[in-house]
């Protein structure tokens, strides 16, 4: 299975399972008389990454439609890859094993390498972890190694234990409704059972990208007298609240869900970026632990 990775600064403890999709298995806040997760705690020894406490997206995000999209004279055929979903979703990145390039106390840097294969270009994806000031800043990359242009999208799936007055505050401008099988069908505003104002999350039955997020959210514990800042440049931020509750997930995403099932001229528009031979996208999240 390999060797965790446990990090600890100024209070904060982070875990990653590199050999498990570069996964992490918590964040917790261990400032007060009791510790606090920030981050959904993975059980010890969990061998499926939805599992964990949350990893990342490379190199895109969410669902392809029947697995099928058409880029540079070619078309792509991608197998489903979660039980009971037919359209393959968030890249290879995630049901792989990272290797461990750097670590320290505080530090971690994961990289993900991928031979042409169904996805048809070769890259290197790398994960970097940095605990200071009560917060983990985290920042992924995919580098295009292959000799001709690749599609690229990235993100962030981190999980959030949460009960009946965890609250998601985020500004967001426009929310994609879905079908049965979690596809986008329509740009709607954002608000009514889609409102992320002070929103109290869990539970709410959510499965949806919203565009024009600020760049800002908060998930806060009143309970727990904790809070966690969420802070990216991203643009779109995907919110996932099943109606079980126990758990949410609020990520960071540059793309939208299905982008790569839309005419290439909007591709821009939905955050998927062309990357050359060489070069590199790169997405960043600061996760800040605060005391209320």
């Known amino acids: 299975m390999g060797q965790d990775l446990l990090l600890r600064a100024e209070g904060i403890e ?165 079908d049965d099988e979690i596809m986008p069908v329509e740009r709607v505003a954002a608000d009514g059972r889609y409102d992320l104002k002070a929103r109290r999350i869990c539970g709410a039955g959510l499965d949806n990208g919203y565009d024009g997020w600020s760049g800002e959210a908060l998930v806060t514990w009143p309970d727990k007298a904790r809070a966690l800042r969420i802070a990216s440049a991203a643009p779109r931020f995907q919110v996932y609240a099943p109606a079980e509750g126990g758990l949410i997930a609020a990520e960071p995403v540059t793309n939208a869900n299905g982008a790569l099932n839309r005419p290439q001229d909007e591709w821009e528009g939905l955050g998927l970026r062309r990357l050359q031979p060489g070069e590199t996208a790169v997405m960043s999240a600061r996760f800040q632990a605060l005391s209320l």
């Open 14 to 178: 982070a875990g990653l399972r590199p050999a498990t999709g570069g996964a992490f298995t918590h964040l917790t806040d261990l400032s007060g008389a009791q510790p606090v997760e920030l981050l959904r705690r993975a059980a010890p020894g969990f061998t499926n990454v939805l599992d964990s406490a949350g990893f990342a997206l490379v190199p895109f995000c969410n669902r392809v439609r029947d697995g099928r999209f058409s880029f540079g004279g070619r078309e792509v055929r991608l197998s489903p890859n979660l039980p009971g979903q037919k359209h393959p979703l968030h890249g290879q990145g995630w049901r792989g094993a990272w290797a461990v390039a750097d670590a320290d106390d505080a530090f971690a840097e994961l990289v993900f390498d991928h031979a042409p294969g169904e996805w048809p270009w070769a890259y290197q994806a790398r994960l970097k972890v940095v605990l200071e000031d009560r917060g983990m800043t985290v920042t992924l990359s995919a580098r295009n190694l292959s000799p001709e242009t690749m599609p690229c999208g990235l993100g962030l799936h981190p999980y959030y234990p949460c009960d009946s007055r965890t609250v998601l505050d985020a500004e967001v401008q426009a929310v994609w409704t879905v």
